[in-house]
C-alpha cells in the first residue's frame, strides 16, 4: 500500500512535468495546426539559461526565494525571446505552405538546438551532462512509516512543481477563454486570414503565442531540472516526444486534456517501472497512446472534427 | 521568405563545419617535434611513411564524454613520451583519433575507417564495452591489433586473436565486490540495480549476484533502468521495499549520480556499491554528497605509493592539470603495450605485431603490472575505493 502511495506521488511528479510541456505544444497547435517538434529543445535552452543563471548567482543567492524567481524569470524571458525568433524567421515565412514544410522545419531546428548545444565552443556548454544546482533545497514535508526507512516521501519541490503547473494551466484557461487576446488567439486558430480581414494583427497575436508556449516550456524544464538533477543537451528530444504524446492522449490543442494527458503519462510510466521493468517503459507508453487513439481518435479532451474541404 | 533563405544557409553551414571539425582526425605526439602530420599511407602493410601511426577511437563527445578525454590524454602523454625517447624502430609516433559520440555504430564505423583508409599498426580504444564489441568486429576481420584500455567485458576479447585489453574483467569486479562487502562490509542482504542497456553492468550483476550467493549473502531484488534515464525513483522505491543493506549499482557515473542523489532523497540512506564505470570527477559533481559512504571497485588509486604511479600523475597534471583517472592510467598502459608490442615485432604487419603484443609479461603498467594470458587478458589485482568529501579513497587492494 505504502509503496503504492509512494509511486503516486512519484508518478504524478514527472507527469507534471510532461503536463507544462504538453501545455506548450497544445497551445501553439490550438493556434497555428503546427506541431513544433522544437518545443522540447527550447525547454533544453531554457534550463541552460536557468542553468546559467544560477551558477552567476552563487550558492548562497540562488537557494533564496528572490534568487529562484529571478532564475525562472531569465530563463522564461529568454526563451519567449527564442521562441520569438524562431518563428519569425522559421515558421512565419512558411505559413502559407504545405503545412508538412513547416513541420519538417521544425525537426530541423529541434536537432540544430539539440545538436548545437553538444558542440563546445564558446557558451555552447558541450554534450557531456551536468548536475543542475539546487535551487531549491529539497525538504521533506510528509513521511509516513519509520522516519530512518520511510514507507512514503512527500517533497517540496513534488508539492511546488503541481501547485505550479495547476496555476500556469489555469492562467491559460483564462487567457484564451476570458480575455481579448485569447478571443483573438480563437479567431487566428479558426482562420487566420478571415481573421486578418477583421482586423486581428494575426502575425502578432500568433508570435505572442509562440512567446508564452516557450516561456512555460522553459518553466516546466526548471522543474524537471530540479526533480532530475541533472541538465543535458539532449534532454529536450525526450521530454518533448513524451510530452507531444502527452498532449495528443489529452487531445492536441485542449488545454486540461494536456495537463490530463502529462498526469496520465507520468503515472502509466512510474507504475510500469515500479511494477514491470524499466525497458517497458517507452514501449507502454505509446502502447497507452495507440489504445486512446483507437478508442478516441481526438484523445481524452479532444473533438473530432471534420476536415474542412 | 526568400530574404532569409542565405541566412538559414550560413547558419547551418556554420553549424555543419563545427561538427565536421571535431571528427577530424587529430595527430597527435607530433606537435611538439613540430613536425606535420603524415597524409594517411596508402598502398598494403607495412606503410612505406617514416611515421608510424597508431589510431584510437574514444567516446570524446556524448554521454561518456570523460571517458574519451582521458583516454585520448593518455594514448598522447604514451606517444609523446616514446617520441622523446627517440621514437619506435627509428621512426615517429603518431595518433589519429576520432570520435564515436558514444555510440558503437559510430565506434564501428571510425575503425572501419582506421583500418581501410589510415591503415594503422594497431587499434586503440573504446572505454564502453558495448563501443569495443563493435570495434572488435571490424579490428579482427581486418587483422589489425586492437587493445581496449579499460572495457571489461569478457566477450571484448572473445571477439577474436587480435582483441587484446589491459584492464581485469567483469567477472572479476563482480566477484571482488562481492567478496568485499561479505567479508569486509560484513553485509548480509542488498539490491541490485543494473543497468539494461549495457553489457558491462549486466556482466558485472552477474557475477556479483553469484559470488554474493555464494558466499552466504542473499540478493533481495534486481531491479533495472536504461542507461540515459533521468529518473530512477520508481525503482528506487521498489528497492526500498525490500530494505536492503547496500544497493549494488554497477552502472556508469552519469546515471550512477543521479541515483544516489534521488535514493538519499527518498530516504535510502544505506551505502551504495559500484564498479568502475563510477571513476569520474563528474560523479562528485552530479552526485553531490549524497555518494558519502559508497563504495567501488577500481584499476587504479591515484594514492598508491609506486614511484611509476607518482610519475605518471606529475607528469599528467604537468600536461593537462588535474589528477588523472583510471582510464586515462589505463590508456597510457595500453598505447605503451602497443608501442612495445610494434617496438618488438618482427616487420610491422598486423599478425607480427599481434605475436609481439600477445607475449607481454610482467610489463610495468601504472595500473598495475600485466601479463597477458592465452585469453589475451592481463591477470592483476582490484583496489576498492571509498566515496568521501568530493573524492574516492583508497581503502583495500582485491588480489585475484
Not at chain 1, 515500479?274 to 473533438?303: E, H, K, N, Q
Not at chain 2, 549494488?248 to 540512506?269: C, F, H, K, M, T
Not at chain 2, 602497443?338 to 615485432?345: P, R
Request: hydrophobic letters at 45%; proline letters at 5%; one cysteine or more.
Amino acid at each position: 500500500m505504502s509503496q503504492l502511495i509512494q509511486h503516486l506521488i512519484n508518478g504524478i511528479a514527472a507527469g507534471t512535468i510532461y503536463a507544462l510541456v504538453a501545455l506548450g505544444y497544445t497551445m501553439v497547435y490550438g493556434v497555428l495546426k503546427l506541431i513544433n517538434f522544437a518545443h522540447g529543445d527550447v525547454m533544453m535552452v531554457g534550463v541552460y539559461m536557468g542553468y546559467a543563471t544560477a551558477l552567476m548567482l552563487g550558492r548562497q543567492a540562488r537557494g533564496s526565494v528572490g534568487g529562484v524567481l529571478l532564475i525562472f524569470l531569465v530563463a522564461m524571458v529568454g526563451c519567449a525571446l527564442l521562441g520569438f525568433l524562431i518563428e519569425r524567421f522559421a515558421y512565419r515565412p512558411l505559413r502559407e505552405k504545405p503545412r508538412l514544410t513547416a513541420l519538417i522545419t521544425a525537426i530541423g531546428i529541434s536537432f540544430t538546438l539539440s545538436y548545437g548545444f553538444q558542440l563546445d565552443i564558446g557558451f555552447l556548454p558541450g554534450s557531456a551532462p551536468r548536475a543542475f544546482p539546487q535551487i531549491i533545497k529539497p525538504a521533506q514535508w510528509f513521511t509516513l512509516g519509520d522516519p530512518e526507512f520511510p514507507d512514503v516521501v512527500l517533497w517540496n519541490w513534488q508539492v511546488i512543481s503541481l501547485l505550479v503547473a495547476v496555476a500556469l494551466m489555469a492562467g491559460l484557461q483564462f487567457l484564451v477563454y476570458r480575455t481579448r487576446f485569447g478571443r483573438a488567439m480563437r479567431a487566428v486558430s479558426f482562420d487566420h486570414r478571415v481573421a486578418a480581414l477583421m482586423g486581428i494583427p494575426t502575425d502578432r497575436i500568433i508570435s505572442v503565442t509562440f512567446m508564452i508556449g516557450s516561456a512555460l516550456a522553459a518553466g516546466a524544464g526548471l522543474l524537471y531540472a530540479i526533480k532530475d538533477t541533472s541538465v543535458s543537451p539532449l534532454m529536450g528530444l525526450y521530454v518533448g516526444l513524451k510530452a507531444f504524446v502527452a498532449a495528443v492522449i489529452g487531445g492536441i490543442g485542449n488545454v486540461p486534456g494536456a495537463m490530463v494527458g502529462g498526469l496520465l503519462l507520468g503515472l502509466v510510466e512510474e507504475f510500469v517501472v515500479g511494477y514491470a521493468a524499466s525497458t517497458w517503459r517507452d514501449a507502454v507508453a505509446f502502447g497507452f497512446l495507440i489504445l486512446v487513439l483507437l478508442v478516441r481518435p481526438g484523445g481524452l479532451f479532444g473533438r473530432v472534427a471534420a476536415e474542412k474541404v | 521568405m526568400r530574404r532569409f533563405t542565405p541566412l538559414f544557409l550560413a547558419v547551418f553551414a556554420l553549424f555543419s563545419a563545427a561538427c565536421e571539425k571535431k571528427s577530424q582526425p587529430t595527430p597527435a605526439g607530433t606537435d611538439s617535434q613540430g613536425q606535420a602530420a603524415q597524409p594517411a599511407p596508402t598502398g598494403g602493410t607495412p606503410p612505406a611513411a617514416d611515421t608510424l601511426l597508431l589510431g584510437e577511437v574514444s567516446s570524446l563527445t556524448g554521454s561518456q564524454a570523460t571517458f574519451g578525454v582521458s583516454t585520448q590524454r593518455g594514448v598522447e602523454m604514451a606517444v609523446k613520451e616514446a617520441n622523446a625517447a627517440g621514437g619506435v624502430k627509428g621512426k615517429k609516433l603518431a595518433v589519429r583519433v576520432y570520435d564515436n559520440q558514444s555510440k558503437p555504430e559510430e565506434a564501428a564505423q571510425a575503425t572501419t575507417r582506421l583500418v581501410t583508409q589510415d591503415k594503422v599498426l594497431v587499434i586503440l580504444g573504446d572505454v564502453a564495452s558495448s563501443n569495443s564489441l563493435a570495434m572488435a568486429e571490424k579490428a579482427q576481420a581486418a587483422g589489425v591489433p586492437m587493445i581496449t584500455p579499460a572495457s571489461t567485458n569478457p566477450s571484448v576479447t572473445e571477439k577474436g586473436d587480435y582483441i587484446f585489453r589491459v584492464c581485469f574483467i567483469d567477472p572479476f569486479q563482480g566477484f571482488v565486490m562481492a567478496k568485499f562487502a561479505r567479508e569486509n562490509l560484513k553485509l548480509d542482504q542488498v539490491a541490485v540495480l543494473q543497468d539494461n542497456k549495457s553489457a558491462y553492468s549486466i556482466g558485472l550483476k552477474e557475477v556479483f549476484t553469484q559470488k554474493f550467493s555464494e558466499l552466504g549473502g542473499k540478493v533481495l531484488t534486481t531491479e533495472s533502468y536504461s542507461q540515459g534515464d533521468t529518473d530512477f525513483r520508481a525503482q528506487l522505491t521498489a528497492i526500498k521495499k525490500t530494505k536492503p543493506q547496500a544497493i549494488y549499482v554497477p552502472g556508469y557515473y552519469n546515471d550512477v549520480g543521479l541515483i544516489a542523489r534521488q535514493a538519499r532523497e527518498l530516504g535510502l540512506s544505506v551505502p551504495l556499491l559500484g564498479g568502475d564505470g563510477w571513476d569520474s570527477e563528474k560523479l562528485f559533481e552530479l552526485a553531490g554528497d549524497a555518494l558519502d559512504g559508497a563504495y567501488f571497485s577500481n584499476h587504479y588509486s591515484p594514492q598508491n605509493p609506486d614511484e611509476r604511479v607518482k610519475k605518471f600523475i606529475a607528469d599528467y597534471t604537468a600536461a593537462y592539470g588535474g589528477t588523472p583517472d583510471a582510464i586515462a592510467a589505463l590508456a597510457y598502459d595500453s598505447a605503451r603495450v602497443a608501442i612495445a608490442g610494434i617496438e618488438k615485432s618482427k616487420d610491422l604487419t598486423g599478425a607480427s605485431i599481434r605475436d609481439a603484443i600477445a607475449q607481454t609479461k610482467d610489463f610495468p603498467g601504472v595500473a598495475g603490472t600485466i601479463t597477458l594470458d592465452e585469453k589475451r587478458n592481463p591477470v592483476k589485482s582490484a583496489v576498492i575505493l571509498k566515496v568521501g568529501e568530493g573524492k574516492a579513497n583508497f581503502v583495500t587492494t582485491v588480489k585475484p
